[in-house]
């Protein structure tokens, strides 16, 4: 194998890169690997392509709903394989190409498969790459839990179903996260009949407890919802999936379907780049351990993204690899802080998140003051019938925001009311004493706000 040297080595195609384009910016020697598609997971398999199904499930969706505004309509036919050809062109056909097109020319990007034969050399191809600096941000998979019979039948994972050609009839979708969710709402939108199975009897477990209390029924008026079931035997045979499915009191019923999606989350990448020939220490999750500089056990080797754990989002790691590179082009010093973290779960209604849940802070014995109130208390929200709405704000018992949580529409925008005040000011105040449009959808922050802050 030939050796190769240079300043910075990138072990992976998503956000790290951006370090890499830095890098190769301010004259540094640069080389990324990557075995599969540039942008990672989020443009090509993930977040983007996602969001552009649940597009033409919201539109589909607002027509079985428009009699709820005395307009009667109905869905004449849905063209299911022009949705999955559209996402798919704008996405995982498209984006790899774009990203290399856009890389500095001085950039030397190897295809394949990066492993580790030393702290600082990785071999990939016929190549050794010898990195002084190395970032790896080689991303998460899916987790495929062992589930009887499946290992040898044509079941899907998320990094799948955004490559299709056709849709299928019917679809049974193992998990109750946030991917199993997103995806049961798309395909039961498109007019697939679509079954979850809930291994608990919760589902989205990470999100507040009103929350889940008023998303669960929701979700479950529109999709099929088994909870405490899980898949005891499975059988394929011309083009149909045929389960035995078994319930928390051990009863099984019968169940078929033409395709089978596992969704039951992601595990990292570490276990697959030869760490075990480095210094590089992993904990007990799989995770690459970091300290607060996201620098690894061995020194001039960091890790940013879903392979640490820490925060498994695309904006997280955006953030982290933009502080990744003012440490190791600017000399940033200083370790890495994170501003208020938001989430969302883009499934119908859908949610939105930041700070602490009402749940940790039961379990830690924290004081805390909360403040809940439906979209109906605006009169935005009266007007587009929002009837599963709910804005729920936490506070301590200063008036400083410990949490916001939202569950209806548009909770996603709603949710940036309240992440500038706890990144800058973080009183409740900030939000009781700033004028808001009315009529607004905002005005439903602002009420919980006064509500929340009365009780101080």
Same mark, same amino acid.
């Given at each position: 194998?030939?050796?190769?040297?240079?300043?910075?080595? !990138?072990?992976?195609?998503g956000?790290?890169?951006?370090?890499?384009?830095?890098?190769?910016?301010?004259?540094?020697?640069?080389?990324?690997?990557?075995?599969?598609?540039?942008?990672?997971?989020?443009?090509?398999?993930? *977040?983007?392509?996602? /969001?552009?199904?649940?597009?033409?499930?919201?539109?589909?969706?607002? !027509?079985?709903?428009?009699?709820?505004?005395?307009?009667?309509?109905?869905?004449?036919?849905?063209?299911?394989?022009? %949705?999955?050809?559209?996402?798919?062109?704008?996405?995982?056909?498209?984006?790899?190409?774009?990203?290399?097109?856009?890389?500095?020319?001085?950039?030397?990007?190897?295809?394949?498969?990066?492993?580790?034969?030393?702290?600082?050399?990785?071999?990939?191809?016929?190549?050794?790459?010898?990195?002084?600096?190395?970032?790896?941000?080689?991303?998460?998979?899916?987790?495929?839990?062992?589930?009887?019979?499946?290992?040898v039948?044509?079941?899907?994972?998320?990094?799948?179903?955004?490559?299709?050609?056709?849709?299928?009839?019917?679809?049974?979708?193992?998990?109750?996260?946030?991917?199993?969710?997103?995806?049961?709402?798309?395909f039961?939108?498109?007019?697939?009949?679509?079954?979850?199975?809930?291994?608990?009897?919760?589902?989205?477990?990470?999100e507040?407890?009103?929350?889940?209390?008023?998303?669960?029924?929701?979700?479950?008026? /529109?999709?099929?919802?088994r909870l +405490?079931?899980?898949?005891?035997?499975?059988t394929?045979?011309?083009?149909?999936?045929?389960?035995?499915?078994?319930?928390?009191?051990?009863?099984?019923?019968?169940?078929?379907?033409e395709?089978?999606?596992?969704?039951?989350?992601?595990?990292?990448?570490?276990?697959?780049?030869?760490?075990?020939?480095?210094?590089? /220490?992993?904990?007990?999750?799989?995770?690459?351990?970091?300290?607060?500089?996201?620098?690894?056990?061995?020194?001039?080797?960091?890790?940013?993204?879903?392979?640490?754990?820490?925060?498994?989002?695309?904006?997280?790691?955006?953030?982290?690899?933009?502080?990744?590179?003012?440490?190791?082009?600017?000399?940033?010093?200083?370790?890495?802080?994170?501003?208020?973290?938001?989430?969302?779960?883009?499934? +119908?209604?859908?949610?939105?998140?930041?700070?602490?849940?009402?749940?940790?802070?039961?379990?830690?014995?924290?004081?805390?003051? *909360?403040?809940?109130?439906?979209?109906?208390?605006?009169?935005?929200?009266?007007?587009?019938?929002?009837?599963d709405?709910?804005?729920?704000?936490?506070?301590?018992?200063?008036?400083?925001i410990?949490?916001?949580?939202?569950?209806?529409?548009?909770?996603?925008?709603?949710?940036?009311?309240?992440?500038?005040?706890?990144m800058?000011? +973080?009183? %409740?105040?900030?939000?009781?004493?700033?004028?808001?449009?009315?009529?607004?959808?905002?005005?439903?922050?602002? +009420?919980?706000?006064?509500?929340?802050?009365?009780?101080?």
């Amino acid at each position: 194998m030939s050796e190769k040297k240079f300043d910075l080595v !990138v072990l992976g195609g998503g956000n790290a890169i951006t370090v890499g384009i830095r890098a190769a910016q301010a004259g540094k020697s640069v080389a990324i690997v990557e075995e599969d598609l540039l942008g990672g997971s989020c443009p090509n398999r993930g *977040c983007i392509p996602s /969001k552009l199904f649940l597009g033409f499930a919201d539109a589909a969706d607002h !027509v079985r709903e428009s009699s709820r505004f005395y307009v009667e309509s109905e869905i004449r036919s849905i063209d299911r394989d022009r %949705i999955f050809k559209e996402v798919a062109d704008a996405t995982i056909r498209s984006t790899d190409a774009k990203i290399e097109k856009n890389l500095p020319e001085s950039v030397h990007l190897v295809r394949g498969k990066g492993r580790f034969i030393n702290d600082h050399s990785i071999a990939v191809n016929d190549e050794v790459l010898v990195g002084e600096t190395i970032v790896i941000g080689t991303g998460s998979r899916p987790f495929v839990p062992e589930t009887p019979g499946i290992s040898v039948t044509p079941f899907w994972t998320s990094d799948d179903v955004f490559d299709l050609e056709h849709a299928p009839k019917s679809i049974t979708i193992v998990g109750g996260g946030y991917i199993a969710c997103e995806l049961g709402y798309f395909f039961q939108g498109i007019g697939v009949e679509t079954t979850l199975l809930v291994r608990g009897d919760t589902m989205l477990r990470a999100e507040d407890k009103d929350v889940r209390a008023v998303y669960q029924p929701a979700f479950t008026k /529109k999709v099929d919802v088994r909870l +405490n079931t899980v898949i005891a035997e499975t059988t394929y045979s011309t083009g149909e999936f045929q389960f035995q499915l078994r319930d928390a009191g051990g009863e099984s019923v019968g169940h078929s379907s033409e395709a089978l999606l596992i969704a039951a989350g992601r595990r990292s990448n570490s276990d697959e780049i030869g760490l075990e020939t480095t210094g590089i /220490k992993v904990g007990a999750k799989g995770h690459i351990e970091v300290d607060d500089h996201l620098r690894t056990a061995v020194d001039g080797v960091y890790a940013l993204g879903d392979v640490i754990g820490s925060y498994q989002f695309t904006h997280s790691a955006a953030f982290a690899a933009t502080y990744l590179a003012d440490v190791i082009l600017d000399g940033k010093e200083g370790p890495l802080s994170y501003p208020p973290m938001p989430h969302a779960v883009f499934s +119908n209604p859908e949610i939105a998140g930041v700070g602490q849940r009402e749940d940790d802070l039961e379990a830690s014995g924290t004081p805390y003051l *909360c403040a809940t109130l439906p979209y109906t208390s605006a009169a935005k929200g009266r007007a587009i019938k929002e009837r599963d709405g709910l804005c729920k704000i936490i506070l301590d018992t200063s008036g400083e925001i410990l949490g916001c949580h939202i569950v209806g529409y548009q909770a996603s925008i709603l949710i940036h009311e309240v992440i500038p005040v706890m990144m800058w000011r +973080n009183h %409740i105040s900030s939000l009781t004493d700033i004028i808001h449009i009315h009529p607004s959808l905002s005005e439903v922050v602002r +009420n919980t706000a006064r509500k929340a802050a009365a009780l101080l």
